[in-house]
Nanobody, 124 residues
Framework: QVQLVESGGGLVQAGGSLGLSCAAS????????MGWFRQAPGKEREFVATIRRSGARTIYADSVKGRFTVSRDNAKNMVYLQMNSLKPEDTAVYYCAADPGVTLSIRRHEYDYWGQGTQVTVSS
């Protein structure tokens, strides 16, 4: 089992940057595909980014491509989301999630473990 704790959210002006972190428990962190999702008020939780176990491959939602970067440090049991050129529409609660599968996935139901989320608010 994996426990996930996000941090780094906050309030930022449009055009600014924020870095999110997700700390994972467990000695087999490196065996999980990791993902970031977000949920805005009144909307469904949506995919943001995912990263392969080795960190060698990533996939991004079209809405964040070129602005967000996902990375991981398996030695530290950490996954990160660097968010640049933030827009008001990026405002949401951001969640990290762990998928015990092998292939990258953008589907929520393939992720078994979730953090509690961290709020990101982008003002215009």
């Amino acid at each position: 089992q994996v426990q996930l704790v996000e941090s780094g959210g906050g309030l930022v002006q449009a055009g600014g940057s924020l870095g999110l972190s997700c700390a994972a428990s467990g000695r087999i962190f490196g065996s999980y595909v990791m993902g970031w999702f977000r949920q805005a008020p009144g909307k469904e939780r949506e995919f943001v980014a995912t990263i392969r176990r080795s960190g060698a491959r990533t996939i991004y939602a079209d809405s964040v491509k070129g602005r967000f970067t996902v990375s991981r440090d398996n030695a530290k049991n950490m996954v990160y989301l660097q968010m640049n050129s933030l827009k008001p529409e990026d405002t949401a609660v951001y969640y990290c999630a762990a998928d015990p599968g092998v292939t990258l996935s953008i589907r929520r139901h393939e992720y078994d473990y979730w953090g509690q989320g961290t709020q990101v608010t982008v003002s215009s």
